[in-house]
C-alpha cells in the first residue's frame, strides 16, 4: 500500500574497537537487518547516546576503557549474579566469585519456607585478573526438580579460620565473610494453552456506552458486554484496551497506550452507581451526582432494530456459502458521513471532571466495618507502590502535571519533602487510593461475571508497551527508589519499515536492563502481578520488546536509534510464572520486524502470537488457513486498522490520501488495495464461504468464516466490524489530523451505537452466529 523505503546500501561496521565492546557488555546492538534483510548499522554517536542513556560514560577512548574495566570490575567483585530465572527442571548453571580458594557455602530459601542445600559444584577457574583484582571462578548448578515460584538462593563466604577441614576450603587462604542473597524464580517451562477454541469481541471499552455511561464505557459495561456475549452467543472473552492510570489532571492524554502507570488503572472507567457507599449519599449529595452525571452527556436515544434482511429464516448462519447472512446481492454500501463534529466525539476531560468530583462525594461516605476492613487489607497489600502513586497524583493537581518541573525536592519520591507533602496531602492521598480500591474491585467483579456466565477465559486485558515519562511510574522507576530502571534519557519506538519511512517514536522510556535485573525485576513483577490479578488472560503489547527494544537517545529522530538486548529468558519467563500463577493466558502482540526464533520461542513457551487476517500473506497471496498458526489470536482486523467495511470499500485508501499519508498516488494505493482484498474474495469464493455477488455484510461474514477454519485457538472480533463501523480508531502517523482514540462505536452512517443498540443489533447476532460453536 505505502511506497518502498529505498535499500539501504550495504556499508561496513560504523563502530568498532573498545566502543563495540563496550556496546555488546551492555546489550546494544551496533547493527540490525532491516525490514527488507538488509544490514542496518548504527552511528558511533548513536551508540554512544544509547550507552548515556543506560548511564555509561563514552566521551573519551580513555572513558570508554575505564567504562569497560569497571563493568568487568564490578561482575567479578558480585559473588553472586543480580537475580537468577530459571525454567522448571533445568539444572540452571550459575557463577560465584570469590577469593582464589575460598570456602562458600550454598543454600535455597523456598518460598513455602523450606531449605534445599543440595546445588552441585562444579569446575573452578581463575580467570585473568583486571585492574588488579583476582577472583576465582565457580561453575554451580541447581537442582533440577525446584518447584515454581520466587525463592531465595544464600551464598556465605567462611573467613579463614571457619574453613573446615574436608571442605574444599584451601589453608592459608585469606578469605573475608561474605553473605549474599538473591532472588531466584523458577518459571513454567511451558504455559497450559486456553482451554479449547474460542472467540470473542474486541472493543476499545471507553468508546462503547450505555444509556448509564457517564460518558465513556465502563467497567459496568464491559460486565454487561462479556455477560450478554457469553450468555446469548457462546462468546469465551471479551478482549479490551489497556485500563491503566491516566493523569488526574486534564488535558487527558486520549491514547490508552500513553498510561501514567501500568501498575495502576484509570479510575474514569469506575461505574459511580456500582460503589456501594452510593446508596448513602445525602439527598443533596444524590442531587449533586445526578446533576454531575447528566454534565457528561446525553449518549442519545436507543436506536429502534433494523428490519432483518430477507425473510425470517435469513437471520440464520445457514450453508458454508455465506447465504444465511440475507440477501445482500444488490446492497448498496452506506456512506459514511463526513468527519462527526467535535461534539459528537468523546470527551475525556468533561468525564474526568465530573466524576471526579462525584466520586470525592462518595470517598467522604462513612464505610461498614467490613468494608473498612477490606479497604484496609487493599492498602496493607499495595503497600508503597500505591502510596507513591497515590501521592503523585496529590502532587500532580497542586503542582501540575509534568513533575521535572515540580520544585527539585519533590522529584524524588523518597525526599523528605514528598514524606511530608504526603503528610500534609493525606486526603488527597487517600482519595486516590481508594478509587484504586474501588477501580480494583470493579475489575474483579467484571472478570467474576464473565466467568459465571460460562466464558473460559473471561477478560482479556491489554498491557502496554511502555508509560508517559512525565506520569507516576517515572517518576518512581526512574529516580531514586526504582533504582533508576526506567531510562529517561532514551525513549522506545521501532525502527523504519515498510509501514513508516522514518521509524517510530513512541515517547516512552524503556525499562533499564541492567538496573531492572539489579532490582530483582520486582517493579515489573509487581507490574505483572498488578495486571493479571483480575484477568483470564493478558495481550501483551509489542512482546519483541522483551527480547530487543529499539532505543532513541533523547534528541535524535526515530531512524537513528539502536537495539537494546533484554535477558528474554527473565523477562518471557516472569510473564509465563506470574500468568501461571494467576491461571491467565498470554498472547503476544508480535507483529512488525521478528526475528525468526522469536515466535518459535514464545510458542515453546506456550504463549500466543497475533495473526491479523491482511498480514497473513507470502509471496503467493493469503495463507491457506490451514497454515495459520494454532497458539494464536487471529483476528481480521484490529484498532490500528481500517474497519473490515472500509477496507471492503477502499474507504481506508481516500481517508489516508486526504490526510497526506501516502507516497504513492491514490490512484496506485487504490490498485494495490483491490487487488489485495480481492485476493482474499477469491480465497473465500474457492472455499465456497462467499456467494458471487454477495454485499459487504456478507463479505464481513465470510472473512470471519475463514477465520473459524484455522487452528488458531483464540478468534477476535472487531466489535465495530459487527455493526458496520466504518472509522478507524486510530491511524498511526497521526496526531491532530484525526480523532484518534475519541470515536465511539458507530453504524455504518457514523450514529452511536449503544451497548443496548448492539444487544438488538441483527447484523451483530448474525457475525456473533459465524463463531458461534466453535
Request: hydrophobic letters at 40%; a negative charge.
Amino acid at each position: 500500500m505505502l511506497a518502498d523505503m529505498e535499500r539501504t546500501e550495504e556499508k561496513a561496521p560504523a563502530v568498532s574497537g573498545d566502543l563495540a565492546r563496550l556496546a555488546a557488555a551492555y546489550g546494544v546492538a551496533t547493527e540490525h537487518h532491516g525490514w527488507r534483510g538488509d544490514a542496518v548499522h548504527a552511528d558511533e554517536e548513536t551508540v554512544r547516546g544509547v550507552l548515556g542513556a543506560l548511564g555509561v560514560d563514552t566521551s573519551g577512548p580513555d572513558a570508554v576503557r575505564d567504562a569497560l574495566a569497571v563493568h568487568e570490575t564490578a561482575r567479578r567483585r558480585r559473588l553472586l549474579p543480580p537475580v537468577i530465572v530459571t525454567r522448571a527442571g533445568r539444572g540452571e548453571a550459575f557463577s560465584v566469585h570469590t577469593e582464589p580458594g575460598a570456602h562458600v557455602e550454598l543454600w535455597i530459601e523456598l518460598e513455602d519456607g523450606g531449605v534445599r542445600r543440595d546445588i552441585r559444584e562444579g569446575d573452578r577457574h581463575l580467570p585473568p585478573a583486571v585492574d588488579g583484582v583476582v577472583v576465582q571462578e565457580r561453575t554451580c548448578v541447581l537442582p533440577v526438580d525446584l518447584p515454581l515460584g520466587w525463592h531465595t538462593l544464600h551464598a556465605r563466604v567462611l573467613p579463614t579460620e571457619e574453613v573446615p577441614r574436608g571442605s574444599g576450603g584451601e589453608p592459608g587462604v585469606r578469605a573475608e565473610a561474605r553473605h549474599a542473597s538473591i532472588p531466584l524464580a523458577v518459571t513454567p517451562a511451558r504455559l497450559a494453552p486456553p482451554p479449547g477454541r474460542t472467540w470473542g469481541f474486541m472493543v476499545q471499552l471507553y468508546s462503547l456506552l450505555s444509556r448509564r455511561s457517564w460518558g465513556l464505557g465502563d467497567l459496568a459495561d464491559l460486565a454487561d458486554l462479556a455477560g450478554w456475549s457469553a450468555r446469548r452467543h457462546g462468546a469465551g472473552f471479551v478482549l479490551v484496551n489497556p485500563l491503566h492510570a491516566a493523569s488526574p489532571v486534564q488535558p487527558v492524554e486520549p491514547s490508552p497506550y500513553l498510561p501514567v502507570s501500568r501498575r495502576f488503572t484509570d479510575p474514569m472507567y469506575i461505574r459511580v452507581e456500582a460503589v456501594p457507599e452510593y446508596a448513602y449519599l445525602s439527598p443533596v449529595e444524590y442531587a449533586v451526582a445526578e446533576e454531575l452525571r447528566l454534565r457528561t452527556g446525553d449518549p442519545g436515544p436507543v436506536r429502534e432494530p433494523e428490519p432483518e434482511p430477507g425473510t425470517e429464516a435469513g437471520t440464520e448462519a445457514g450453508t458454508e456459502a455465506g447465504t444465511g447472512a440475507g440477501t445482500e446481492a444488490a446492497e448498496s454500501i452506506p456512506k459514511p458521513r463526513p468527519e462527526a463534529a467535535p461534539d459528537d466525539h468523546l470527551d475525556r476531560d468533561r468525564v474526568r471532571a465530573a466524576k471526579r468530583e462525584a466520586l470525592a462525594l462518595v470517598h467522604r461516605v462513612p464505610r461498614s466495618p467490613g468494608r473498612e476492613a477490606a479497604y484496609r487489607a487493599y492498602l496493607a497489600a499495595e503497600g508503597r507502590w500505591l502510596d507513591d502513586h497515590a501521592t503523585w497524583c496529590a502532587l500532580v493537581e497542586e503542582h501540575g502535571p509534568n513533575w521535572h518541573d515540580w520544585p527539585e525536592d519533590l522529584r524524588d519520591p523518597d525526599s523528605p519533602a514528598v514524606r511530608q507533602a504526603r503528610r500534609r496531602l493525606a486526603s488527597a492521598v487517600d482519595f486516590h487510593r481508594w478509587c484504586q480500591w474501588v477501580a480494583d474491585e470493579q475489575l474483579a467483579g467484571a472478570q467474576r461475571t464473565a466467568r459465571d456466565a460460562g466464558m473460559p477465559v473471561g477478560i482479556v486485558h491489554d498491557l502496554a508497551v511502555g508509560v508517559h515519562p512525565d506520569g507516576s511510574d517515572a517518576w518512581v522507576l526512574g529516580a531514586a527508589r526504582g533504582g533508576e530502571v526506567l531510562a529517561l534519557d532514551a525513549t522506545g519506538g521501532a525502527p523504519p519499515d515498510a509501514m513508516n519511512a522514518f521509524g517510530q517514536d513512541w515517547s516512552q522510556p524503556p525499562w533499564h536492563p541492567v538496573r531492572l535485573a539489579e532490582a530483582g525485576y520486582a517493579p515489573y513483577r509487581e507490574l505483572l502481578r498488578a495486571v493479571f490479578r483480575n484477568a483470564g488472560a493478558v495481550r501483551v503489547d509489542h512482546i519483541l520488546g522483551l527480547f530487543r527494544f529499539w532505543w532513541i537517545p533523547r534528541g535524535n529522530r526515530p531512524d537513528r536509534g539502536a537495539y537494546v538486548r533484554y535477558d528474554h529468558e527473565a523477562m518471557v519467563g516472569i510473564l509465563a510464572l506470574e500468568a501461571h500463577r494467576a491461571g491467565a493466558v498470554v498472547v503476544g502482540e508480535d507483529l512488525g520486524t521478528v526475528e525468526p526464533w522469536v515466535r518459535d520461542y514464545l510458542a515453546e513457551r506456550g504463549i500466543l502470537g497475533t495473526s491479523v487476517l491482511w498480514f497473513e500473506q507470502d509471496a503467493d497471496g493469503p495463507v491457506a488457513p490451514e497454515r495459520w498458526r494454532e497458539l494464536s489470536l487471529a483476528t481480521v482486523t484490529t484498532h490500528d486498522l481500517p474497519p473490515t467495511a472500509a477496507r471492503l470499500s477502499g474507504e481506508h485508501v481516500d481517508l489516508w490520501a486526504g490526510l497526506g499519508l501516502l507516497r504513492e498516488s491514490p490512484e496506485d494505493a487504490r490498485r494495490e488495495a483491490d487487488a489485495d482484498r480481492d485476493a482474499w474474495l477469491d480465497l473465500l469464493r474457492d472455499r465456497g464461504l462467499l456467494r458471487p455477488g454477495a454485499g459487504e455484510r456478507e463479505r464481513v461474514e465470510a472473512l470471519h468464516r475463514l477465520l473459524a477454519r484455522t487452528p488458531c485457538r483464540m478468534l477476535g472480533v472487531w466489535l465495530p466490524d459487527a455493526v458496520g463501523d466504518r472509522r478507524p480508531q486510530n491511524l498511526p502517523g497521526t496526531f491532530r489530523e484525526y480523532p484518534n482514540w475519541v470515536l465511539p462505536v458507530a453504524d455504518g452512517t457514523g450514529r452511536r451505537v449503544l451497548l443496548e443498540d448492539l444487544a438488538a443489533d441483527p447484523r451483530a447476532a448474525s457475525l456473533a452466529r459465524v463463531l458461534r460453536g466453535l
